[in-house]
């Protein structure tokens, strides 16, 4: 069992986050898989903290397994919807979480449309003098921390289902597909990854693949986030693919286009979007993900989605539930189980 001390009181950003921290993370998850795979699934870890999910924009795996994930560890949980709010009546953003603070609550896990609104809630708490933890479920175009460790612990643990560890994807390819401009998963995923030490390869249309990142890389293909970090940018799907180890597909957010960035559905899915074919690219034991939800027949073909030989969707939403789990338990009481 891992006995590492966690000192991060807020989970914001995956940007400065440490090796040992994503260690922690994986090793947690690991003992709370095994939690989840016992008949009796609670632990009495959080009993008697408040959890606040605080979703302003629509979700169903994020607010569905952080709900799961606080009563796995007997905390109590309020779920807060914006429809049905005081927000309806004109009550700003930090006064709602300001309510949720005299209820006692003593983590927010906070998934907005705009970013910066968890940081910005995780700051007013802190100047308040308040000891309650905010946790990143989503925002904006920024970061998605929870969904980008889940995809980490689910890669690891393919590779070695007893010790998930993060050095497990050093030199690892890895090919990130699909609509990396709107993607919070993927800026958070290109953190995480390319601390694991794996090569980590973009690939979409030119008018989905952000400008930000291309500035990052060199004449040769190589990222200078840093110095360390392996970033490759594609706009031919082959490129990306060869010898893939992992390929992970992005939904189109269409809701979040305020441009013509494609000539039609059908022509991104022929030239972007992951089928078999496509596959014969990889290595022969490639694996698939996808964060969802799917847009079947657009980014992947549906039945690759649904054959367990190559897809790992469903174990990405099944490791969710673990992964925050760690997640709360780690800035709920500070140490690893």
Known sequence: MPTTTWNRHHILSLADFTPTEYNAILQTTASFQEVLSRRTKKVPTLQGQVVANLFFEPSTRTRSSFELAAKRLSADTLNFASATSSMTKGETILDTAKTYLAMGCDIMVIRHTCAGVPNAIATEMDRLGERVSVLNAGDGQHEHPSQALLD???????????????ELLKDKKIAIVGDILHSRVARSNIWSLTASGAELHLAAPPTLLPKLFADYVNDSG???????????????????????????TLRLQKERMTAHLLPSLREYHQMFGITRAKLDWCKPNVKV???????????????????????????????GVAVRMALLYLIGSGKAV
């Open 289 to 319: 993900l996808h964060p969802g939800p799917v847009n079947r027949g657009v980014e992947i073909s549906s039945d690759l989605m649904d054959d367990p030989e190559f897809s790992l969707i469903q174990s990405q939403v099944t490791s």
């Open 222 to 248: 190589v990222s200078e986030l840093n110095g360390k970090r392996k970033l490759f940018i594609h706009w031919r799907l082959e490129d990306a693919l060869r010898d893939a180890d992992f390929v992970m």
């Open 152 to 166: 980490l612990f689910t890669i690891c643990s393919i590779i070695d289902p007893v010790n998930p560890r993060l």
